[in-house]
């Protein structure tokens, strides 16, 4: 109700009443409508202008709502993952650059929230802060590769030349922590400090990186291997040894990822061959029995793989020297193993060492018997092609090597290509009709195509 | 194709793409009704047209435009291309070949040798990035080739770049650093 002893001036009314226009505190006559007063238009506030960001033409240009959100979140990341003040300066350096060059100040609000966890990402490695784009997108909640695919824009963007990953023993010791292995959480016979399992746990890895499992891998599932194989071995009791993967998972309250468990029959593969090495031993060392083991494995470490490559070389050796002993005369029937044309590969210059001796080795045979003719460089050279279509698997000649070149995907054989193809060459009408319906096969094509859709519609 | 190194590494050249111009409008409908082996796609606006020798797939606009895919050498494409050309032409449009362009080369290689990517990274920076936990490769971009040749740590490499000869070089180049980061450094 408007305030007593006001009347309009138009048509002297007593009927005033407050009308808000928006929010323009206004007052109102009734009966004629018009306006007899009105208050102010805007009120103080603090942030955001009433003219949007994109058409502002003010000179120096304040930085918009969303950057400002965007650096706080930054603050805030920063300070979840308890960073120095040093990488917290740096990424909300990087993040104010990022979002005012113009490959990012127009992308859409999802990307510039990546934009803050890569920003986050790129100054740990800076300062060799262990980190993994995983933790980001988790704190983001975002898709980890969208994260990935803004972080290598980025750095293009901003010239920067980051440190490759940071190993994964450093990043091994902060995902440790997660695990709750340690004597509260668990009982007696199952639990383990932390600070041991991480121990032990490096250096499984560094084991698994000298046997080329680490390499190309994601390391989120080596972690969780090598972390539960050092429980695991740290006290191998019967108990331990049949928990399974799933049930560690669910003990130490972290989700289990599926590859994790190819790891783990990878690692103890390697393990394997190396405790077969181990002097004081007598039977096989199998998957089952290797975890007892793996103490003793880590302390000679060095000496036992230096003995299992000489080991694996002598069998090469020993594989080789019968096979070049019958590369007597005169021999038609002998069929060319793949072992023989090993020689005639000694083109790779490749120098591994298991290979090295071998090769010398198979040379100065090869020599003794190049006197007995031609037939002798025929057998050898139908050798290197029969070999060469069965493809000779480097890898299985080696004692260590990737996982994917010991087992190898069967490939099928593909189309060989088009030989003596110049590109100018004549095309003829007959090639070229099998590609064009006649005139009748057009006719049947529309007429079916009507009766489908009518069919469709019916 | 071989390299000039005494080495024979086989270079295995996968895909070839290419584009050229009709410089005339194509009826995308009459190419559908009248075509085999085309498959018509309206909401993109373009037809699909498959070619038995040589293996190719061509994608065409109305404007005029062909992107031919599929072949497996720079000769094979064109043949392709203007085999395309061509049956365009007795379906009555006013084609003419022009402006063939070689677009982009892709290429397999192996290496007799696993390769240590998180070393071949270090010692190549800033040209070679790995993120094992985006892609199981590492890149290393040659700018003044163009070509991009991904490392495996199997020893695979691919390589993409705008033709055959960049293809051939970039490997030549690529080589003697893939042999240097042969066996982990620790060891």
Not at chain 1, 190 to 211: C, F, G, M, Q, Y
Request: charged share 25%; hydrophobic share 35%.
């Amino acid at each position: 109700m408007a305030p007593l002893g006001l009347t309009c001036p138009d048509c002297s009314s007593p009927n005033i009443v407050e009308d808000d226009l928006y929010s323009q505190p206004q007052l109102v006559c009734e009966d004629c409508g018009s306006v007899v007063s009105e208050g102010a238009l805007t009120s103080d506030r603090g942030e955001g202008t009433d003219v949007s960001y994109r058409l502002t033409t003010a000179v120096s240009k304040q930085p918009c709502v969303n950057q400002i959100k965007g650096l706080q979140r930054v603050k805030a990341i920063c300070r979840i993952l308890r960073l120095n003040s040093e990488i917290e300066e740096l990424a909300e350096t990087y993040y104010k650059q990022a979002y005012e060059h113009r490959n990012f100040i127009n992308v859409s609000l999802q990307k510039k929230d990546a934009l803050v966890g890569c920003c986050v990402l790129v100054s740990c490695r800076l300062r060799n802060w262990p980190i993994t784009m995983g933790t980001v997108s988790c704190l983001l909640d975002t898709d980890p590769m969208l994260v990935g695919v803004i972080y290598q824009e980025m750095v293009k963007t901003l010239n920067i030349e980051p440190h490759s990953q940071a190993c994964i023993a450093d990043v091994l010791e902060a995902h440790c922590q997660e695990y709750k292995i340690s004597s509260p959480h668990v009982p007696e016979e199952l639990a383990e400090d932390t600070k041991d399992i991480t121990k032990r746990a490096v250096a499984l890895v560094e084991l698994a990186a000298d046997s080329w499992i680490v390499t190309g891998r994601r390391p989120l599932p080596i972690m969780m291997a090598t972390i539960f194989l050092a429980w695991q071995s740290l006290n191998p009791t019967k108990l331990r040894l049949k928990y399974t993967l799933e049930r560690f998972c669910q003990l130490a309250k972290v989700t289990k990822t599926k590859p994790a468990l190819k790891r783990i029959t990878e690692i103890k593969e390697m393990l394997c061959k190396l405790g077969q090495e181990i002097p004081w031993l007598r039977g096989v060392v199998t998957p089952d029995n290797a975890i007892q083991q793996v103490e003793y494995i880590l302390k000679y470490r060095y000496a036992l793989l230096r003995r299992a490559l000489r080991t694996h070389e002598d069998a090469l050796m020993d594989a080789q020297q019968p096979s070049c002993k019958d590369f007597q005369p005169g021999i038609q029937s002998e069929e060319p193993s793949s072992k023989v044309a090993g020689p005639s590969q000694t083109s790779w210059p490749a120098e591994q060492t298991t290979n090295k001796s071998f090769e010398e080795a198979s040379e100065s045979n090869t020599e003794n018997n190049q006197q007995p003719g031609d037939e002798q460089v025929n057998l050898c050279s139908t050798g290197a092609q029969v070999s060469q279509d069965l493809e000779p698997n480097w890898g299985k000649r080696l004692l260590f090597a990737p996982p994917c070149v010991k087992h190898p995907k069967i490939r099928r054989m593909d189309k060989p290509a088009l030989k003596d193809v110049t590109g100018e060459e004549e095309i003829s009408d007959s090639e070229i009709d099998s590609y064009i319906r006649s005139p009748q096969e057009v006719r049947a094509f529309a007429l079916a195509k009507m009766m489908l859709c009518s069919s469709d519609k019916h | 194709m071989d390299s000039s190194n005494d080495e024979a590494l086989d270079i295995i050249v996968t895909n070839v793409v290419a584009t050229f111009r009709t410089r005339c409008h194509l009826n995308l409908r009459t190419i559908a009704l009248e075509g085999t082996n085309v498959i018509y796609k309206p909401e993109v606006g373009k037809v699909l047209m498959k070619l038995r020798k040589p293996m190719i797939t061509a994608s065409i606009w109305s404007s005029g435009k062909i992107i031919c895919t599929g072949a497996t050498s720079e000769d094979e494409s064109k043949l392709g291309a203007r085999r395309l050309a061509r049956s365009l032409q007795k379906l009555g449009f006013k084609v003419r070949f022009s402006d063939y362009k070689v677009v982009n080369v892709l290429a397999v290689c192996s290496m007799p040798f696993a390769v240590h990517l998180i070393d071949f990274t270090k010692n190549n920076r800033p040209i070679a990035s790995y993120e094992p936990e985006l892609h199981p490769a590492a890149t290393y971009r040659i700018k003044n080739l163009k070509a991009t040749v991904q490392v495996f740590s199997t020893g695979s490499l691919t390589v993409t770049g705008p033709n055959v000869q960049n293809v051939a070089t970039a490997v030549e180049q690529v080589y003697p650093l893939l042999f240097e980061c042969q066996k982990p450094l620790c060891n």
